[in-house]
């Protein structure tokens, strides 16, 4: 892999010249899994470009591979929201800094705080831990594909299948009840919608909030084997840290894994020869969840602030600065992946940004890839003649979401 220099003689020259405004998000007709378009030019222009952000902030935009995993392994880059600048236009955001994060939520977070909370779930997400769930993940996995076939073609695969899923398992290892989930994926849905008003988003979050405080009252009458249960029982959070913890990692646990099952199941239907080579192959599929995860981030951007001045590619971020992020452009970089573009179940993806990286990496990420590792082959095995069922350029996508994806993903296949 090429590795870009410390110093690069007139860096800030180039950075200059390709210059953006406004974070590229207009992604090509017909290519629904491909980055925005404009992405691709900038990193090759500079992996560091200058970028004027919505509220008139000079910035940067990082898409070079390197540039970006230097940026999220550097802890003088702040995760902090009210440090932060907005790449997009945010509906009723407030002038001036944005409000600090709500207790619990560890993606607004820096150390020592962060390091506090990660410490303590860490070993509550183990590989080890994980993998011991793989049974269960299985069952689940059949009794939602037995659900399918009796719905028949047309059925929309978010809805019975990718949703459920990651639901079930997130709830039974917070210990949530699971006859809840239509309450807490619309509060979910409405946290992850880039485009919703201020006072929705407050709403949901309040609604969210509630929703935890009472779960932990009632884990604190009556203690539980499950994850909210043991860290009512033998940790030191406060009720309001296990109330936005609780709520933070539901909402994560319930979307980005399903629409990586949606969206990932919606690339193999578009690539046939992947999708037989994943069918016939079983075996493959832990490659196959990686290469995926490169392929599609689905969780596309984040944005870093300066605490200081950095030197990185022989420009200065001063101070106050905000970076944004943009993995889906790194995860295509031709520096690191050969034919970026090419969606090859045997490619060795491992070190790719789907789950970001640095102290902020994924919490989940294990089951994650459980859950995928499962779901995926078992779907293509079952339904060996799975296809789309509306054209493809009709799949509804989350142009608008945090985390990308399908709204919607109706399927057929030959019934016997």
Known sequence: MKQEPSIRPGAAETAEATAVVGLPTQRVAGCPFDPPSDLAPLREASPLSRMTYPDGHVGWLATGYSTVREIMADPRFSSRYELIHLPFPFPGAPEGPLPPAPVGDMTGMDAPEHTRLRRLLMGKFT????????????????????????????????AAFAQPIPALMICELLGVPYADRELFQNYAHTLMTMDVSLEERYAAMSGLQEYMAALVAAKRAESSDDLLGDLTRDSDLTDEELVGVGGFLLAAGLDTTANMIAHGTFALLSNPAQAEALRSDPDLAARAVEELMRYLTIAHTTVKSALEDVELNGQVIKAGESVTISFEAANRDPERFPEPDVLDLHREATGHLGFGHGAHQCLGQQLARVEMTVALPALLTRFPTLRLDVPAEEVPLRTNMNVYGVHRLPVAWDED
Do not use: K, S, Y
Not at 138 to 156: F, K, S
């Open 127 to 158: 590989v080890r831990r994980m993998r011991q769930l793989a049974e269960r993940v299985e069952q689940i996995t059949t009794e939602h594909l037995d659900a399918v076939e009796r719905q028949g073609p047309g059925t929309d695969l978010v």
